[in-house]
């Protein structure tokens, strides 16, 4: 059975909160999108200890603590301008489409 594409309602660099889990009210930066896996790498979110063997790169080993992947459907738009989460709606301008907040109706940043 192969893996099937999902839509992912967040892009790479977007702020995001997530809304269920251990890291409930937590903010970051999105670092990874898994289209493949509907999950998302965020920043400081799901920190999980992993144990490295001694590496060219790494020669000592040890425990490294590195942020793992989560459902997309557990995080949500964060808007700074109303400080909220939030859903977005896409308007069409003249420079073509455009990310909006539900909330307060102000233009997202592109994080294309």
């Given at each position: 059975?192969?893996?099937?594409?999902q839509k992912i309602h967040?892009?790479?660099?977007?702020?995001?909160?997530?809304?269920?889990?251990?890291?409930?009210?937590?903010?970051?930066?999105?670092?990874?999108?898994?289209?493949?896996?509907?999950?998302?790498?965020?920043?400081?979110?799901?920190?999980?200890?992993?144990?490295?063997?001694?590496?060219?790169?790494?020669?000592?080993?040890?425990?490294?603590?590195?942020?793992?992947?989560?459902?997309?459907?557990?995080?949500?738009?964060?808007?700074?301008?109303?400080?909220?989460?939030?859903?977005?709606?896409?308007?069409?301008?003249?420079?073509?489409?455009?990310?909006?907040?539900?909330?307060?109706?102000?233009?997202?940043?592109?994080?294309?």
């Amino acid at each position: 059975m192969a893996a099937e594409r999902q839509k992912i309602h967040v892009r790479k660099g977007d702020l995001v909160m997530v809304i269920t889990g251990k890291d409930s009210g937590k903010k970051g930066k999105v670092l990874q999108v898994l289209p493949k896996k509907g999950r998302v790498v965020v920043e400081k979110v799901n920190v999980v200890k992993r144990h490295t063997k001694p590496s060219q790169s790494m020669p000592q080993g040890g425990i490294i603590e590195k942020e793992a992947p989560i459902a997309s459907s557990n995080v949500m738009l964060y808007c700074s301008e109303c400080n909220s989460v939030t859903r977005l709606s896409v308007k069409m301008t003249e420079a073509g489409k455009v990310r909006v907040c539900k909330m307060c109706g102000v233009n997202l940043p592109d994080t294309k």
